[in-house]
């Protein structure tokens, strides 16, 4: 009796069940991140396309909406971001025109559940 009382003051470690469960939730984590971070990596590249705009010269405060969405849709498109320019607001005034940009976009989880990012951007024309 005394032998197995030391015998098991002797052993230690994690049994199968806390070892499953820690696995189980690396996976998920993992998981997560494998559908979260192409998001915030797309988005970056949006917010940059929107910040180089009026550098290039190409978008003017005076440009026609269409003519922005083309050029917006076509450098997105060059950067491999496919995100909707259907919620482009473009509000024009007296000095300048602002460009609003509201998008989400999802990343598949498991089977038929999503996570969803929202995001949004506004940009300032005053060439």
Do not use: W
Request: net charge positive; hydrophobic share 45%; no cysteine.
């Amino acid at each position: 009796m005394i032998n197995k009382l030391s015998m098991l003051k002797k052993q230690s470690g994690m049994s199968m069940l806390p070892l499953l469960m820690v696995i189980l939730v690396a996976v998920m984590l993992i998981r997560v991140a494998t559908s979260v971070v192409p998001m915030y990596f797309d988005d970056k590249i949006v917010a940059q396309v929107l910040q180089n705009l009026e550098e290039s010269g190409k978008i003017t405060k005076k440009m026609p909406v269409r003519k922005i969405r083309a050029e917006l849709q076509e450098r997105l498109t060059r950067n491999r971001v496919d995100i909707s320019l259907d919620d482009l607001v473009v509000q024009r005034r007296k000095n300048s025109t602002t460009l609003t940009l509201t998008y989400e976009q999802r990343g598949g989880f498991f089977a038929n559940i999503e996570l969803a990012g929202r995001f949004q951007h506004q940009k300032e024309l005053t060439k």
